[in-house]
T-cell receptor, first 113, second 114 residues
Framework: GESVGLHLPTLSVQEGDNSIINCAYS??????FIWYKQESGKGPQFIID?????DKRQGQRVTVLLNKTVKHLSLQIAATQPGDSAVYFC????????????FGTGTLLAVQP | NAGVTQTPKFRVLKTGQSMTLLCAQD?????MYWYRQDPGMGLRLIHY???????AKGEVPDGYNVSRLKKQNFLLGLESAAPSQTSVYFC?????????????FGAGSRLTVL
């Protein structure tokens, strides 16, 4: 809900601009890195994932970049829209047979009209 | 399809009381998870299940118990609630395909322990 946004890093962008949300991860052994979007009052929703042997993956209006050298993950959103306003979480899938995801603390994206 | 349904959506407890959160999914998913979400801390995995009759501990299991008696249901229990368990709880489910990173989440259950 609304309280999720408190104490979070915030990125404020103008409608139509591109957004870049960053995430640092700790586990080099993770098989997948994933981005989730959480709108106010809702559960997280899957956006896009990238396998650890890839550097870049594109979706519809979104691109995920993985830099394993510096353990950095980013989500780029093209032509940001008001509906993109949400908290964005990166997550790691540490592999194995359970698909357990470990989530980061999140970034609040605020789109200004 | 309803996806993942959590009940109740809101609950206020007194310290020491017990309660159960119910999660139901209609997607025939093998895997189910319970996360808690606190301000500034993201989602933390409490317990998870890889199939009917099986459960396992996540990152923060203390103070919680779970049961998966039916494939479609995953229950989270608090035997003796503490103020530190005030949080928003999310249930999720996924297929058992390796690398299935698409977890379907419920809308959350907000629990306040006084």
């Amino acid at each position: 809900g609304e309280s999720v946004g408190l104490h979070l890093p915030t990125l404020s962008v103008q409608e139509g601009d591109n957004s870049i949300i960053n995430c640092a991860y700790s586990n080099s052994a993770s098989d997948y890195f994933i981005w989730y979007k959480q709108e106010s009052g809702k559960g997280p929703q899957f956006i896009i994932d990238i396998r650890s042997n890839m550097d870049k993956r594109q979706g519809q209006r979104v691109t995920v970049l993985l830099n394993k050298t510096v353990k950095h993950l980013s989500l780029q959103i093209a032509a940001t829209q008001p509906g993109d306003s949400a908290v964005y979480f990166c997550a790691e899938n540490k592999g194995g047979a359970t698909n357990k995801l470990i989530f980061g603390t999140g970034t609040l994206l605020a789109v200004q009209p | 399809n309803a996806g993942v349904t959590q009940t109740p959506k809101f609950r206020v407890l007194k310290t020491g009381q017990s309660m159960t959160l119910l999660c139901a999914q209609d997607m025939n998913h093998e895997y189910m998870y319970w996360y808690r979400q606190d301000p500034g801390m993201g989602l933390r995995l409490i317990h998870y299940s890889v199939g009917e009759g099986t459960t396992a501990k996540g990152e923060v299991p203390d103070g919680y118990n779970v049961s998966r008696l039916k494939k479609q249901n995953f229950l989270l229990g608090l035997e003796s609630a503490a103020p530190s368990q005030t949080s928003v709880y999310f249930c999720a489910s996924s297929s058992n395909r390796v690398g299935a990173n698409v977890l379907t989440f419920g809308a959350g259950s907000r629990l306040t322990v006084l």
